[in-house]
């Protein structure tokens, strides 16, 4: 009776292993582990990584635009043709680059302590941002854009969008089309987001009729 026992826990240990499976099991315990790390590597930084965003805040400010230009999303469809905004993520890695440029540049400490605490604020909020920098000619044109990120056929509405309902300033260009410019920040609840998969962001500034379409990779940010 024993041997039986023996054989029959030493039979369900071995098949209910990971080496045993099934092929779809092991998908989605890939896709977990994946949807894991990429978010851990996003927000949940190494003393190294912060170490590299503090000493690309200590450069000059050309030194921060170039980044955060690898920062920004590509336009993968456009039905606006005109006033696209630019659009970035807004992460605790460019969160520590700016603070360590402010502080640097105005002869500040900023410390590894210091940018902890800022990732430990990210951490929380439990939330990733999208930067848009929107453009419109009326100083209220912001009032009915919306901005939603869509996985397959799963659309994300923003827990908020900061900037929204504030007046806009006027642009290099005014009077000129565009006359005016609203910084707005599109926060996303991260629970809802599969950082493992390729996502859309979609701006639209009067519906779909006007909208441009951002690839993210999740994979790819800082």
């Not at 996303?188 to 962001?201: G, R, W």
């Amino acid at each position: 009776m024993k041997k039986v026992v023996g054989s029959f826990l030493v039979t369900s240990l071995l098949f209910t292993s990971p080496a045993f499976a099934t092929p779809q099991a092991q998908v989605k315990t890939v896709s977990v582990t994946q949807n894991q790390s990429i978010r851990n590597n996003i927000f949940n930084l190494s003393d190294q990584q912060i170490k590299n965003a503090i000493s690309i805040g200590k450069k000059d400010y050309s030194a921060i635009l170039a980044f955060e230009k690898t920062q920004r999303l590509t336009i993968i469809q456009d039905t606006m043709k005109i006033n696209q905004p630019e659009v970035l993520v807004f992460t605790p890695y460019l969160g520590i680059v700016r603070q360590s440029f402010l502080k640097f540049d105005n002869y500040e400490d900023y410390s590894l302590a210091d940018a902890k605490k800022l990732v430990s604020v990210f951490s929380k909020s439990g939330r990733i941002s999208f930067e848009v920098m929107a453009l419109g000619n009326n100083i209220d044109f912001a009032e009915t854009i919306n901005i939603v990120l869509k996985q397959g056929d799963k659309i994300l509405q923003p827990v908020k969008i900061n900037g929204k309902d504030d007046y806009a300033r006027r642009s290099t260009s005014w009077p000129d089309s565009p006359a005016y410019i609203n910084p707005l920040t599109a926060n996303f609840d991260i629970k809802q987001i599969d950082f493992s998969k390729p996502a859309e962001l979609i701006y639209l500034y009067a519906g779909k009729e006007l909208s441009v379409t951002y690839k993210v990779d999740f994979s790819r940010i800082k």
